[in-house]
């Protein structure tokens, strides 16, 4: 972590409870792709926001800053792309992803350094789903006809090495089938850093057509998840669903949803207006939601009037989760 009081950054020992504090709940950031946009980058092709990890880190830290003054309390990185398969795909040998995977943290670790704010700040490892490396839509739609032995080798790989490089939580992300969502709870319970475990929805289902209710319950039983919910998806989605995590997973809800457009994957560009509402955080907050931010199309202007909110809050001190070994 940075500003604020110092700490072990790293993990949580598995003989402790894993904690986050909540004197409020806690602001995650918006889309990292956007900003990196707003600021001119070329994001086409195929390791989208990810090839500026190689080509241009420094806006990648710009962006992250713009997000924490915004008053962001945890930044995610930008390895929500990178993978060995991918980036091999690419052209790009083994030893440069690990590297990217491991800068990735590094340049939130500078952003929250270069912001020099009075509080604690965090740094998440964003972990996409395996359809991210198709960069035609994938995550959202599962169903890759892989067995589980197969997406287990896929995300082992870069957790090693995002876990090795010390992020303060992993954002396992986007996640669109239960199946999926199955493997990689079982793999982050094997590391001693806090996770949470978010889905791109379709109404009441996964993107892959799974009831949310069984894709929630998946964080139940997973001792380094300690929150469940929604992510990539219209508000109104989300709205509905928010209780339902909660009951679920028996843990606080993770909320960040889009801007409410819609992005098509041909065009790779957004259709639509934006339907973002900040003023929604309350009723959120109030079905127990305790990470809130924005995801794609949603940028340092919306997460500043949603920290807003969140900060005008008077709730009692309460951990937002915890995770204790059995």
């Known amino acids: 972590m940075a500003g604020g009081e110092s700490g072990d950054r790293g993990s949580a020992n598995k003989e402790e409870t894993v904690a986050l504090p909540a004197r409020r709940p806690l ?11 707003a600021a001119g980058c070329d994001l086409s092709g195929a390791l989208w926001s990810a090839r500026l990890l190689l080509e241009d880190p420094g806006t990648i830290v710009a962006a992250h800053e713009a997000y924490y003054s915004a008053g962001a309390d945890i930044a995610t990185t930008a390895s929500y792309q990178v993978s060995f398969e991918g980036f091999s795909a690419a052209g790009i040998d083994e030893g440069t992803t690990a590297a990217m995977l491991r800068r990735s943290v590094e340049l939130a670790r500078v952003a929250a350094e270069r912001a020099s ?3 604690e700040l965090w740094v998440a490892a964003s972990v996409g789903p395996y359809g991210a490396i198709s960069a035609d839509g994938g995550e959202y739609r599962g169903r890759y006809g892989l067995q589980k032995a197969e997406l287990a080798a896929f995300h082992r790989r870069r957790l090693d090495v995002l876990v090795a490089a010390e ?7 986007t996640i669109p089938d239960l199946d999926e969502a199955l493997v990689l709870a079982e793999l982050v319970d094997e590391y001693d850093v806090p996770a949470w475990l978010s889905y791109t929805v379709d109404g009441a289902r996964t993107r892959a057509g799974q009831p949310l209710a069984e894709a929630f319950a998946v964080a139940a039983g ?5 929150a469940t919910g929604m992510n990539c998806s219209p508000a109104p989605d989300v709205d509905a669903a928010i209780a339902l995590a909660v009951e679920e997973s028996g843990k606080p809800a993770v909320v960040y949803p889009n801007s409410g457009q819609t992005w098509d994957a041909a065009a790779r560009a957004w259709r639509g207006e ?3 509402d900040p003023g929604r955080v309350n009723g959120w907050i109030d079905q127990g939601a305790r990470l809130l931010g924005g995801c794609c199309q949603v940028g340092p202007d919306q997460i500043r009037t949603l920290a807003k909110v969140i900060g005008s809050i008077d709730r009692p001190d309460r951990p937002v989760s915890t995770v204790r070994d059995a």
Request: glycine fraction near 6%.
């Open 222 to 226: 997973a001792k380094r998840i300690i």
């Open 274 to 276: 934006p339907t973002f």
């Open 117 to 119: 704010l009075d509080r």
């Open 167 to 173: 992020p303060d939580f992993l954002a396992v992300e």
């Open 27 to 37: 602001v995650l950031d918006g889309g990292l792709s956007n900003q990196l946009a």
